[in-house]
């Protein structure tokens, strides 16, 4: 039986992070929220226990976390990813790989994919990912430029910013990619 785009879309899971600064060799992952496509939308939210110290003002102007009270009340790192890899497991339909999904996923998967590896020794959505953006660019036909978080909330979400909760962001980020994938079911012919 062939697998349809509805039913791959179970298993997808879009993620976002907040992080102290752009790369996880020397800053920390701060938080993950993550959320599946569709209804019943299932979510997690977990903020981590910093483990580095540096920090990129720029970074922390952003999301507005206290190192200071991620030290004392976030969760250490790998009792986190433990909790995200089992939501994850809890999901994913039986059968099915999850699949990243994420606007910007670079940034976003390469902080995952470090902290999966290097509290757990493996990342459960392997070595791949679906960018948002590079999606809307190969629908739409227009160039990168035009692909910018601002001009996909006013296409899909309502004009709706970011509020840099990792959680809120996964979710907006959802609405939007659900609304690429309905533009493209459109354009598919009956077959």
Known sequence: MMNTLRDEMKSYICVDVETAGPVPSRYALLSIGACTLGQPRESFYVELQPDKDLTDPEAMAVHNLDMVKLQQEGLPPEVSL???RDWISSVTPAGQKPVFVAFNAPFDWMFV????????????????AIDIKAVYMGFSGKPWVETSGKILHNIYNES??????ALEDAIDQALIFQGILADIEKRKPVS
């Open 160 to 165: 709706k910013a970011l509020t840099h909760n």
């Open 82 to 84: 433990l909790q995200f």
């Open 113 to 128: 994919h470090d902290y999966f590896m290097r509290y757990l020794g493996e990342n459960p959505f392997g070595h791949s």
